[in-house]
């Protein structure tokens, strides 16, 4: 029976992002976005030896803004206006909402990010082949691409937990996008310890360069990131009035 | 039906409501009126599961709301306005709301012809006029088809025309056996939708009862209201 409950919540969830314009806009303005920067970044890479994917990572860091405001939406446009009020007389187990929320968000990220990842190679691959520069892609190639889809998931659920913390939009975006563009770089130029933070761990598991994490342990250090930030919001969220 | 018995709820050292007492019983619309400020929202925010009583209990049909397992098929509610998203359509926000509850799809298009939406279902709820927005909040109430209905000020905004209607739709909900347990701060308005008047002031019940009771001794509908409150006029013409 909680089961059902929790499939009616989760599908209530994916409802809620299929209908809310900003996010379907979101979702497909970033799958956009990846498949003309792919396209450019192939016609100035093509004498570089660069391949589908090489292409593909290149536009990573300019795609990830999408899956941060991905990553916010769902929880964020709870509180412009007054419909969390509706959700939780909906749903009032909160427990049972933030769990059917997180999964529709992660679902919603996975597919997208697949679909951004898929999309660039294509028409990075197109791009290269009108200019002759094509190369065959191997079976690295596949991995690294496997990875641009699971950060990209791990930057949009970065973002939503942030979102479950501080529920509102422009608060989310200006820590989250802080984190990512200002603070990592900044103090990766200043400390080795940078490598802890959130997205730079992340970042291992698409482009594998550092000399003591790896994809699996990067993978893993962003999870607990995740799992940290969205514990601390959840227990504020079950445990406060609205 | 709906039992509040000994509500109290404080905010730090302020004091929002006390010892809140009152029933709303099947087959009757029971008006929740007090001036803004009085406890209303307060008293409907605990009842619907959003708030957390400081003492008391709030239950419908026996059950605290955060305890029911589809709720909307027990309870609809409304609070403050439909709640919908300015850029969802009226479709959409019923759409979700349904299918968080496992209310059949058809629903849907059942209550927005049931408020008088229908034609606007594919409307962004931005561009809703104020009235248009009480309906779709008493669209989604209807939803589930529940026993009981709650309802902070469903009239506010609503034509005349919007009145009688919102009155003769919830008197069919009473007559079919429903609960309707509805706020407003206006005496004239409630007390043409009522059977029964729960009165608060400074978060105390000061009287409660069929309308006919509570208003007795008074001149006017205005009169009762302020002198049951203590608003100005006061004890004038009792």
């Known amino acids: 029976m909680n089961l059902v409950r929790i499939g009616n919540v989760i599908a209530a969830e994916l409802d809620k992002l299929r209908t809310l314009p900003a996010a379907t806009l979101t979702a497909l303005g970033t799958i956009l976005t990846g498949i003309l920067l792919a396209a ?137 996008l802080g984190l990512i563009l200002i603070l990592s770089p900044l103090l990766a130029g ?42 601390t919001g959840a227990t504020r969220f079950i445990r406060r009035d609205p | 039906m709906i039992q509040i018995d000994g509500l109290s709820k404080r905010h730090g050292s302020r004091t929002v409501l006390s010892d809140v007492s009152f029933h709303a019983l099947p087959g009757r619309v029971t008006g929740f009126l007090g001036p803004n400020g009085a406890g209303k929202s307060s008293t409907l925010r605990i009842l619907l599961g959003l708030d957390r009583p400081t003492a008391g209990s709030a239950l419908i049909g026996g059950r605290p709301y955060p305890s029911l397992r589809t709720p909307l098929r027990t309870v609809g509610s409304m609070l403050d306005g439909s709640g919908a998203h300015r850029s969802r359509t009226a479709r959409g926000h019923l759409g979700w709301v349904a299918r968080s509850n496992g209310i059949p799809k058809h629903r849907v298009g059942y209550v927005l012809e049931q408020v008088g939406l229908a034609g606007a279902a594919r409307t962004r709820v931005g561009r809703f006029s104020l009235g248009m927005g009480q309906r779709l909040g008493l669209a989604a109430a209807l939803l589930g088809e529940p026993e009981a209905l709650v309802l902070d000020e469903p009239v506010n905004g609503l034509d005349p025309e919007g009145i009688r209607w919102i009155r003769t739709l919830l008197r069919g909900h009473t007559d079919a056996g429903g609960t309707v347990l509805l706020s407003s701060h206006l005496m004239s308005e409630v007390a043409a939708i009522a059977d029964d008047l729960v009165v608060i002031s400074g978060g105390q019940v000061v009287a409660a009862g069929p309308v006919a009771h509570v208003t007795a001794g008074y001149a006017t509908l205005e009169d009762a209201f302020f002198g049951l409150t203590g608003g100005p006029g006061a004890g004038e013409e009792r």
Request: charged letters at 10%; hydrophobic letters at 55%; aromatic letters at 6%.
């Open chain 1, 190 to 231: 200043l400390t080795e310890h940078a490598r802890w933070l959130p997205d730079r761990a992340a970042a291992q598991v698409y482009d594998p360069h550092d000399t003591m994490l790896t994809a699996g342990t990067g993978l893993l250090v962003a999870l607990a990131w995740i799992v940290l930030i969205a514990a």
């Open chain 1, 40 to 176: 450019a970044l192939a016609a100035a890479d093509q004498h570089v030896e660069a391949t589908a994917t090489t292409v593909t990572l290149r536009s990573v860091p300019f795609v990830q803004v999408g899956f941060v405001l991905l990553g916010i939406l769902p929880m964020a446009h709870e509180y412009t206006g007054r419909q969390i009020r509706v959700t939780l007389s909906a749903i009032p187990r909160r427990s049972i909402l933030l769990a059917g929320k997180i999964t529709a968000t992660a679902l919603t990220l996975v597919l997208t990010a697949a679909v951004t990842g898929a999309a660039s190679t294509a028409a990075a691959a197109l791009t290269l082949r009108s200019l002759g520069a094509f190369r065959e892609m191997t079976a690295d190639d596949l991995w690294h691409l496997a990875g641009t889809t699971c950060y990209l998931t791990l930057i949009g659920l970065i973002s939503h937990a942030a979102a479950v913390l501080v529920r509102h939009l422009i608060p989310a975006l200006v820590s989250v």
